[in-house]
């Protein structure tokens, strides 16, 4: 770590590392990291990509996942038939193909989901695609403010991209966010 990059100079006391003024440890030692926080750290792509088949799509409830009038059309029903394709590509390590029908069930717009987002978001890494899964993983934070896993598929996202700080902050906020979610559940 470049110290003078990362720190700030005070009067009489010299250099300050950014971490120690944003009261973030330093280190991933000093996280405590569930499995999917880990898996993130340590850019185990295989293993993010088990949690989230596991998670399924549990976590779109009472996102904003509001179907329009077009529920009931033809084209609503080809869109779900697309996120049903792509979410077999995901399943089965197709990664191209899930990126493939992720991208039209999102162009169309008729729903809006954070796991597709996520899943997209993954299937980017997994392609060495790192900036378009931050844009995703972004993206299904805007849709879901306080969903854990999209903080943490920016933390893998920014570690792919070579952001370390970035990405121990977004690694952290991940970390926060699903303590407070488990202290509700």
């Given at each position: 770590m470049d110290d003078k990059k990362d720190s700030f100079s005070f009067p009489g006391i010299g250099l300050v590392p950014s971490h120690v003024l944003?009261?973030?440890?330093?280190?991933?030692?000093?996280?405590?990291?569930?499995?999917?926080?880990?898996?993130?750290?340590?850019?185990?792509?295989?293993a993010i990509h088990e949690i989230l088949e596991k998670l399924g799509y549990k976590d779109d409830e009472g996102a904003a996942t509001e179907l329009s009038f077009q529920m009931w059309t033809n084209q609503m029903q080809e869109t779900l038939n697309?996120?049903?394709?792509?979410?077999?590509?995901?399943?089965?390590?197709?990664?191209?193909?899930?990126?493939?029908?992720?991208?039209?069930?999102?162009?169309?717009?008729?729903?809006?989901?954070?796991?597709?987002?996520?899943?997209?978001?993954l299937s980017y890494l997994m392609s060495d695609v790192p900036q378009e899964a931050l844009d995703d993983s972004v993206q299904a934070q805007v849709i879901s403010p306080v969903w854990h896993i999209a903080?943490?598929?920016?933390?893998?996202?920014?570690?792919?991209?070579?952001?370390?700080?970035?990405?121990?902050?977004?690694?952290?906020?991940?970390?926060?966010?699903?303590?407070?979610?488990?202290?509700?559940?």
């Amino acid at each position: 770590m470049d110290d003078k990059k990362d720190s700030f100079s005070f009067p009489g006391i010299g250099l300050v590392p950014s971490h120690v003024l944003m009261g973030i440890q330093q280190g991933a030692a000093a996280l405590p990291l569930s499995p999917l926080g880990e898996a993130c750290l340590r850019m185990d792509l295989t293993a993010i990509h088990e949690i989230l088949e596991k998670l399924g799509y549990k976590d779109d409830e009472g996102a904003a996942t509001e179907l329009s009038f077009q529920m009931w059309t033809n084209q609503m029903q080809e869109t779900l038939n697309t996120k049903k394709k792509g979410d077999i590509a995901f399943q089965h390590k197709d990664f191209r193909a899930a990126i493939e029908c992720y991208t039209q069930f999102i162009e169309v717009g008729t729903t809006v989901s954070p796991t597709v987002f996520a899943r997209r978001s993954l299937s980017y890494l997994m392609s060495d695609v790192p900036q378009e899964a931050l844009d995703d993983s972004v993206q299904a934070q805007v849709i879901s403010p306080v969903w854990h896993i999209a903080s943490y598929l920016q933390a893998a996202a920014l570690f792919a991209l070579g952001r370390e700080n970035e990405a121990q902050i977004a690694l952290k906020e991940g970390s926060v966010l699903e303590e407070k979610r488990n202290m509700i559940s």
